[in-house]
């Protein structure tokens, strides 16, 4: 990835208005399917596109309070090439432009900020919300 910067672009859709509180969305209930069709339409690279094309797994990670480095909360989605190739890609909430959406790729799930625990919402549990628990509860104990 260059570091200059460039390699950084944000995609960004009208989704309606999505609350700063985050927990609920004021004009209609967004599903996991509807950012999965959003990250389709908005790949961040080509070899994402082609493994959504493709059929390859999809996990929905759900939703995170922040997510580093920008603490702008949104959700993490995992997405695996044919070549075993793992993705992390954040969709993003803007703390200002709350109806805009922000694609950006991650290195690593930031699972300590999961918020899936304090939620009833699927959209905030995401696919595998027991495992992705145990996953936050290790990343705590990791940096404590």
Do not use: C
């Not at 989704?15 to 209609?28: P, R």
Request: charged share 25%; net charge positive.
């Amino acid at each position: 990835m260059r570091s200059d910067g460039a390699a950084k672009q944000y995609n960004r859709i009208y989704l309606g208005v999505i609350s700063w509180s985050f927990n609920h969305i004021e004009s209609e209930e967004m599903t996991r399917d509807d950012l999965i069709e959003y990250l389709m339409a908005h790949p961040p690279r080509p070899a994402i596109s082609r493994a959504m094309n493709e059929g390859q797994p999809i996990e929905f990670f759900g939703g995170f309070s922040h997510i580093p480095p920008s603490n702008m909360p949104g959700w993490v989605i995992s997405i695996t090439t044919r070549f075993k190739k793992k993705f992390y890609v954040a969709l993003r909430v803007h703390k200002i432009w709350k109806h805009q959406l922000f694609v950006e790729m991650l290195e690593s799930v930031p699972w300590r900020y999961w918020d899936g625990d304090k939620s009833k919402s699927l959209l905030y549990k995401g696919d595998r919300p027991e495992l992705y628990e145990r996953l936050k509860r290790w990343q705590l104990k990791q940096k404590t």
